[in-house]
């Protein structure tokens, strides 16, 4: 279990996460919804340990990791699909992949067959190099190379942007898939709240730095989550 407890985050004199708390269990998905700018992926980057946090704690799996570098976070299991997805454009599909050996343990550095049962395109375009596939199928690359790692903690921010539907309908099935597989937490940063919605076990709205509100999927209320995502 992720539990995220009370942390303050600082750029330098600017303040960006205030006294922000979140559970996330082993077999749900957590969504943090909000519009942009209100410090969602400053969280993201906070439990991966891409960004120190200046007060609170960061607790996975019983253990406080709030210190630790993101290269030790990466082989406790966290791993994460970025905004931008940032696959590498020369290298190829199968190259890409691989580069997620690094946070694989030993035994583990092969690209699993389930990768491309979630994502069949990737099989076909194994020597295609990544800059030259459509941004829906970047994306795909994107969760794959984050599951070459075997993570237990799955961040996902906001995988729907700039996708088109068929693709976000791909996603949001591998997502379901590996949720009810039970073995892993995930934490999915969204503004879509249609697909937000359709996913979510439990939910935290942000804005400011602050979450003001949360719960389960059954309390979302879509009016009030909705003025909280318009601009």
């Known amino acids: 279990m992720l539990k995220v407890d009370n ?3 600082h750029y330098g004199a ?4 205030r006294g922000v708390s979140l559970d996330a269990a082993v077999g749900q998905v957590t969504c943090v ?25 960061i607790n996975w799996q019983g253990a406080n990791i709030s210190s630790q570098p993101q290269h030790a976070r990466a082989r406790s299991g966290i791993a994460i699909v ?31 067959d389930e990768i491309f049962e979630l ?3 990737l099989k076909d375009m194994l020597g295609r190099r990544g800059g030259d596939l459509s941004g829906g199928q970047q994306q795909q690359l994107a969760i794959g190379r984050a599951l070459v790692a075997r993570p237990k903690l ?27 597989k039970g073995e892993m ?25 602050q979450v003001i509100l949360s719960g389960t999927r059954a309390e979302m209320r879509e009016d009030h989550v909705r003025s909280h995502l318009s601009v």
Do not use: H
Not at 90 to 99: G, S
Not at 185 to 209: H, K, S
């Open 7 to 9: 942390i303050d985050l």
């Open 14 to 17: 600017a303040q960006a996460l």
């Open 33 to 57: 919804l909000g519009r942009n700018g209100v410090g969602k992926t400053s969280l993201l980057r906070a439990i991966v340990g891409q960004q120190q946090i200046s007060g609170g704690s």
């Open 154 to 180: 799955l961040v996902l921010d906001e995988p729907t942007e700039g996708i088109q539907p068929s693709i976000i309908k791909d996603i949001g099935r591998a997502i379901s898939y590996l949720r009810d």
């Open 119 to 121: 994502f069949p395109v």
């Open 185 to 209: 937490t995930i934490v999915l940063v969204e503004q879509y709240f249609e697909f937000a919605r359709d996913l979510a076990d439990t939910y935290a709205v942000m804005d400011r730095g």
């Open 82 to 112: 970025p905004q931008g997805r940032e696959i590498f454009p020369l290298l190829t599909v199968l190259e890409n992949l691989e580069t997620g050996y690094a946070a694989a343990g030993r035994g583990n550095r092969f690209v699993p």
